[in-house]
């Protein structure tokens, strides 16, 4: 959440920066929001005036023995006044606060302006996609084929925008899981962290998702519970309301699978595994110090790319442009891997900057000791997948793809299988 005198105080500035992100309603309804409120406290500053002023008369009236009854009636009413008054601040405070959770994050100055991912700009590409001898397949028929995935009977199950992996394809997304967290935690310095797949709306809101994005998550019928999207809300909230105390940045990890309805990506991805209902991945989270968070930034998007780099999965980096950002980052970077079946490059990680939009709706600061009176400060907050698992699943299948109907196994996973290729029958050898 962005900072109310912040808003109030350079709401021009700020609305021009917004453009393209922010509901242009809704910026008017604080504008009018903060008119009430600026009238309210003004009335209410000249009603003091007027107390302080019969206040005065009533003790020169006293002193002299005279009547001050009218005068006394009048600061009176003048009082319930002024009460009143501060229920219209009360009110408009509590409608801009409302407003505010629900208007997105300023962009960083670097942030390339635009409505969509039109204006994305391409920042490195890394490695070559393959040249095969023959016409390669998307993961929907590679999988099928070799008996390791099954849209069939997941729907039977559950319904559509489900998978089930068998055999080999199972083995293969836990030694992706198993893989992500070793190289994190054991390289990268991140602490590894097992969390509730379920969290309540202080949770929710605190990262960003309530109350704008409600429509797109699942919430358990008769209770404060959601399924989580992400697990960027249960670690990032691990220390909400709490203030670290500790040197910066704190770096966690965690592997979650995550849920979501995808309301408003109906038509898209529909065939395969991309944008499914319920998918797993390995979640980034910092917790750094404002002076040297988009250092972090760059750090956390190369502990991504590192992940797929050491797969051999050719990718490239992209910088979002202001209208393609999501609601509270200040700035995002999208790892996107080249998926020869669908002959296209795909988002495999999303790794952003929130500043410290998130840190204020949650409440977490920390100590900072750099000056001479140590003070608490909001923390900024970031975040990236390390990587989502599925969406690598399908990356191995289609470039790892072989002439016989096989797939070969990258070589940094083939300890964790204990194999090297996924034969054409679906076994790993």
């Not at 992500?180 to 809101?205: C, I, K, Q, R, W």
Request: aromatic content about 8%.
């Amino acid at each position: 959440m962005l900072d109310l005198n912040r808003l109030r105080r350079d709401f021009d500035a700020l609305k021009q920066r917004l453009e393209g992100r922010a509901d242009p309603a809704l910026l008017d309804e604080f504008v009018r929001a903060d008119e009430r409120r600026r009238a309210a406290v003004a009335e209410i500053e000249e009603l003091k005036r007027q107390v302080n002023e019969i206040s005065a008369q009533v003790a020169r009236a006293k002193k002299a023995g005279e009547d001050a009854g009218d005068a006394i009636a009048k600061s009176k009413e003048i009082g319930q006044r002024a009460k009143a008054l501060e229920e219209d601040v009360k009110s408009a405070d509590d409608a801009q606060h409302d407003l505010a959770t629900r208007i997105p994050n300023v962009p960083h100055e670097s942030v390339p302006a635009g409505k969509d991912e039109s204006a994305n700009i391409e920042t490195r590409r890394w490695g070559s996609p393959k040249e095969y001898s023959f016409v390669p397949q998307a993961h929907w028929d590679i999988g099928p084929r070799l008996g390791i995935l099954d849209f069939e009977r997941a729907a039977k199950i559950t319904g559509s925008r489900f998978a089930v992996y068998m055999g080999a394809g199972a083995k293969l997304e836990r030694a992706l899981i198993n893989f992500f967290l070793d190289v994190h935690t054991s390289e990268h310095g991140y602490t590894e962290v097992l969390p509730p797949f379920v969290a309540n709306s202080n949770a929710l809101m605190g990262t960003g998702q309530l109350p704008k994005f409600a429509d797109d998550l699942f919430k358990l019928e008769g209770t404060d519970y959601w399924l989580i999207p992400t697990a960027e809300v249960p670690l990032t909230n691990l220390y909400a309301d709490e203030t670290l105390e500790g040197e910066l940045p704190v770096k966690l990890t965690a592997y979650t699978p995550c849920f979501r309805s995808e309301a408003g990506s109906y038509g898209r991805d529909v065939r395969g595994i991309i944008r499914q209902h319920q998918f797993q991945k390995v979640e980034l989270v910092k917790f750094a110090h404002p002076e040297t968070s988009y250092e972090e930034l760059e750090s956390l998007t190369a502990d991504a790319e590192d992940i797929l780099q050491r797969l051999g999965l050719p990718y490239r980096k992209m910088t979002l442009s202001s209208g393609d950002m999501g609601f509270s980052a200040a700035k995002t970077y999208d790892l996107e891997v080249w998926l020869p079946g669908l002959g296209e490059y795909k988002e495999i990680s999303s790794c952003s900057n929130f500043e410290d939009f998130q840190a204020r709706r949650a409440k977490i600061r920390f100590r900072d000791n750099s000056g001479p009176k140590p003070k608490a400060r909001l923390v900024h907050t970031l975040n990236g997948s390390g990587l989502a698992v599925g969406r690598t699943w399908v990356a191995i299948l289609e470039n790892y793809q072989q002439a016989d109907g096989g797939v070969e196994i990258p070589v940094a996973l083939r300890t964790y299988l204990n194999a090297e290729r996924i034969t054409p029958e679906g076994a790993l050898v």
